[in-house]
């Protein structure tokens, strides 16, 4: 690494399960732990457990912590605010880590770090428009144009979950609005798409229609089930990925990457049934050629890597003084 990444870095990945905290030298890994995060305890818990691990890793005197959060964010105060994702709904995150290491703490939404973390140490070190989007629970995305790091005024410049992708669809999503991908394509929106799909299902009864029927078909169940040749799972998982098409295709309309990186459990989990396929359906919806889709380099630890890159690299959007 170049001057400037010598040193002792905390980087933490506050996800809406997990928590993960890793110690490192430059951009060595030197230990790491993955724990649940707080859901109770008031607006101080995620950093009351995010120093209890930042000790056990043994992380006594740090130079600068990374910290990559589920949104939406008050970037200028580092904290999270009246999130869906967490029971706290509000919590501090850099006023308490400052105080507690006496150290540069920076903090970004998980998939703003994600991209930053490609382009500072990932496969997207050479490109200056990149982005990067998690399917997973929710969908979210982070973006870079002109090799600049897009944040938005608190932050949240990257919610494109609930971009709509389907005007007629009667679905709600969780914020509220109708016909966002995050509640068509989702995790959490599969087992009431699923629902719908069975209503019209014309085909043969197969196991996933009759989950589906009853509104238990959830995503795990969903892909295991496509793979395993279920006639049923096999359409939805093709109608899910066109909505991945969809919404790729309007971020490449907004943003023009070079390369999309993707992420996220419901992606990792089931790159076999879904990389190749938003692939072919991408032509469908984009303007002009469609930008390369590549899995995220650090797969699961994207936004942990992004932390460390906030730290490393500091970008100048989140450097200047509020
Ligand atoms: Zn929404």
Same mark, same amino acid.
């Given at each position: 690494m170049r001057a400037g990444s010598e040193g002792t870095f905390l980087a933490v990945d506050v996800g809406a399960t997990n928590l993960r905290v890793a110690l490192f030298r430059g951009n060595e890994l030197q230990a790491k732990s993955v724990v649940r995060t707080p859901t109770t305890g008031g607006p101080y818990a995620v950093a009351r457990k995010i120093l209890r691990e930042a000790e056990r890793l043994g992380a006594? %005197?740090?130079d600068a912590v990374g910290v990559a959060t589920i949104g939406p964010l008050d970037i200028k105060k580092g904290m999270v605010i009246d999130?869906?994702?967490?029971?706290?709904r509000t919590f501090y995150l850099r006023e308490p880590l400052e105080k507690e290491f006496k150290a540069k703490v920076v903090v970004a939404n998980d998939c703003v770090a994600a991209v930053w973390g490609e382009k500072v140490l990932? %496969?997207?070190?050479?490109?200056?428009d990149l982005a990067y989007v998690t399917i997973s629970s929710g969908i979210g995305g982070g973006f870079i144009v002109d090799g600049n790091l897009i944040v938005g005024w608190r932050g949240n410049a990257h919610e494109v979950g609930h971009l709509v992708v389907d005007y007629k669809a009667e679905i709600r999503c969780g914020?509220?609005?109708?016909?966002h991908w995050e509640a068509l394509a989702s995790g959490a929106g599969i087992p009431r798409m699923a629902y719908i799909k069975a209503k019209t299902w014309r085909g043969v009864p197969t196991e996933a229609y009759k989950l589906a029927s009853q509104m238990k078909l959830d995503a795990p169940g969903l892909y295991r089930l496509a793979r395993n040749g279920d006639y049923f799972a096999r359409e939805l998982v093709r109608e899910l990925n066109k909505i991945h098409a969809a919404g790729i295709a309007s971020i490449a309309s907004a943003f023009d990457p070079k390369i999309v990186f993707l992420g996220g459990s419901i992606f990792l989990n089931n790159t076999d049934l879904m990389l190749d396929e938003i692939k072919g359906f991408l032509g469908e919806y984009t303007l002009l050629e469609p930008p390369r889709i590549e899995v995220a380099t650090f797969r699961e630890d994207a936004p942990l890597m992004g932390a460390l890159a906030l730290v490393l690299k500091t970008p100048e959007v989140i450097k200047k003084p509020w």
């Open positions: 006594d %005197r740090v999130t869906p994702n967490n029971p706290l990932g %496969r997207g070190r050479d490109v200056e914020c509220g609005g109708l016909g």
